[in-house]
DNA sequence: GAGACCCATACCTCCAGGGTATGGAGAGGC
DNA sequence: GCCTCTCCATACCCTGGAGGTATGGGTCTC
């Protein structure tokens, strides 16, 4: 049974006459008779009741008529919405972040002011170690990513810088460089550093480790923390101070102070896609980020409110579609 | 675009191999490449990432394979559909009857018993008097009915005696003879009978004229009531007695007493249809309404039940699957 | 009874879907 | 490094079935 079965059907009972029917669909009488023929055939029923002034439909008639209709629409609308799927505007798209990268206010706005943009995207994200998103991208598991990539890790993919932020100082509240109003990385030659696992994340470690270098000494690094979040629970602990981005100060912790560093280094963050079967709502997600990147700052109405609430209990007011839905994942 | 497409790259998706797919399919690779490119060229996009060791399925790909699959089960589903309306199992049924008939529990058990057997045919329920039934008949717009034909008056369909049941005296609970156990019609010669009017139902209008007249006198008819039930309403206030079909008796109403009438005169009630393009389900319907129509009532679980909750408040506990539905016409 | 209308049958045409042969490109084995 | 295998694409040919024309049969209308 073919579709254009179905639409001779579904003509022949809107026409109420086989003549019509026929010059409807732009073929001869004969021939559209043989086709219902066949159709009646293969169903083992009559489906139009042969009269002098027309036709008119049986029970089967009208049974399959009714299907036959959305069949016929269905058939139409999933081509569309293929072609929707090829535009980008309709499919799934996975974007990957690192814990770092996941409070940034211009990672997170983008998010959201993509889902608005594109609502019948479905979007899965997955917050994961660089490394572990690299190795997503190796095995096709992943479509755009917000990481900070050590040098050359990335060439093999399309890479766009999306956002810079400073790097700040974490210190217990008692620290005796708390009450300054800024802090100097060469102060800090003393103090002992957590940081977290150099393999998960080379790019931040990397710059926190030379800009010490930079200010004439080597840290002392109690390398425990194997998320970004623990890392500011053990600063509050008092066993050591740490260097973040500066979008982690909203993770406002009892015991823990954030103070800007002079001469800080800049923390990028780079938007990382696949090329080769390169889904287009990935274009799309890094046009977007491309033209947020080029605004600054405090015109994204997003990410200033992002900001605002992040401290809050519940800063996202998730209104989401029913049916639509935004999985997270983390190991 | 045709269903053959829609299977051609279902096909391709789940083997993951063009050559794979078309030994499945039964046709030449090369063949099937030359349709999934056409699809391509339809859709706009490429459906398959073709790679070294097979393909894999793009993102526009996905989202047509997806609604490839149900609109390919939908169209079948639909063929399966009409092949059950063709076999009577599914569609819709209209069932006519009387007023008169509607009481009686032989009609009722027929009914429900059709709607558990064949629970995919919608019954549509039309309760009119016979002339406007026979004259749905005429229109087309009626596939079985229980009705009490006259003489000659359904000779044009195809009708079966479906049951009869004895005429009994509905006076009201004043009347002098009220006391008796029996009652002979004789006796009512002197008394004001109500019926309905004739042309509604000639045939139970007629019998009880000449059953009259063989106990030797015409009754004296005041013909006022329009329905059935009212027949019923008018005996209570005492204006006069009538003559009904037995089930009647179950509508108890105050101030009314049902007598049998000694050499009572039967009713029969016919199961009438259309020959000429008649659905299948109302073979289907009629062949149960022989089948009970042989079995002695007592045998009929449902009737035994329709009868002793037919005075109840609720009489049919109707469990209605969702999505069916049984309509009720009345004039 | 002639004409109109409508669907069915008979027979012919032609193109699209399918087949065979072959090419090209990358992966893997020796 | 070359051969081979695998897998998809291209080129070209063939055939079945969808579609066309001509015509017939039945019924209603005028």
Redesign the interface.
């Known amino acids: 049974?073919?579709?254009?079965l179905?639409r001779y059907c579904v003509a022949v009972a809107e026409e109420a006459s086989f003549t019509r029917a026929a010059a409807r669909l732009r073929i001869a009488q004969p021939a559209l008779s043989r086709q219902i023929k066949a159709v009646e055939n293969?169903?083992?029923?009559a489906?139009f009741?042969r009269g002098l002034r027309g036709v008119?439909l049986?029970?089967?008639?009208?049974?399959?008529i009714a299907?036959?209709r959305?069949?016929l629409a269905?058939?139409?609308?999933?081509?569309q919405?293929?072609?929707?799927?090829?535009r980008?505007e309709?499919?799934?798209l996975r974007i990957g972040f690192t814990a770092s990268a996941s409070f940034n206010p211009f990672v997170t706005g983008a998010i959201r002011d993509f889902r608005t943009t594109y609502p019948d995207v479905e979007v899965e994200l997955i917050e994961e170690a660089t490394s572990f998103l690299l190795e997503r991208f190796a095995t096709?598991r992943l479509d755009v990513a917000f990481l900070r990539p050590a040098p050359g890790e990335v060439d093999h993919l399309l890479s766009q810088r999306a956002v810079a932020e400073p790097l700040v100082v974490a210190m217990p509240s008692g620290h005796k460089q708390a009450g300054r109003k800024s802090v100097s990385l060469a102060s800090l030659a003393d103090d002992a550093f957590i940081l977290y696992p150099r393999p998960n994340g080379r790019a931040l470690f990397d710059s926190i480790v030379s800009a010490c270098q930079a200010a004439g000494f080597s840290p002392k690094i109690l390398q425990v923390a194997p998320q970004l979040t623990s890392v500011v629970n053990l600063v509050a602990t008092g066993i050591g101070v740490s260097i973040v981005p500066r979008s982690m100060a909203q993770v406002s912790t009892d015991g823990v102070v954030y103070r800007p560093l002079i001469h800080a280094p800049q923390a990028e963050i780079t938007l990382v896609r696949r090329n080769q079967?390169e889904?287009?709502?990935a274009v799309l997600f890094a046009e977007l980020v491309r033209s947020r990147a080029s605004r600054p700052a405090e015109m994204l109405p997003d990410a200033a409110d992002d900001r605002r609430t992040a401290s809050r209990k519940a800063p996202r007011p998730s209104r989401r579609k029913p049916g639509k839905s935004t999985r997270t994942r983390r190991r």
């Open positions: 049974m073919e579709l254009r179905f293969e169903i083992g029923f489906l009741q008119t049986t029970e089967p008639g009208r049974v399959l299907s036959a959305t069949v269905e058939a139409e609308a999933a081509v919405k293929a072609r929707r799927a090829g980008g309709l499919g799934l096709g079967p889904p287009r709502s």
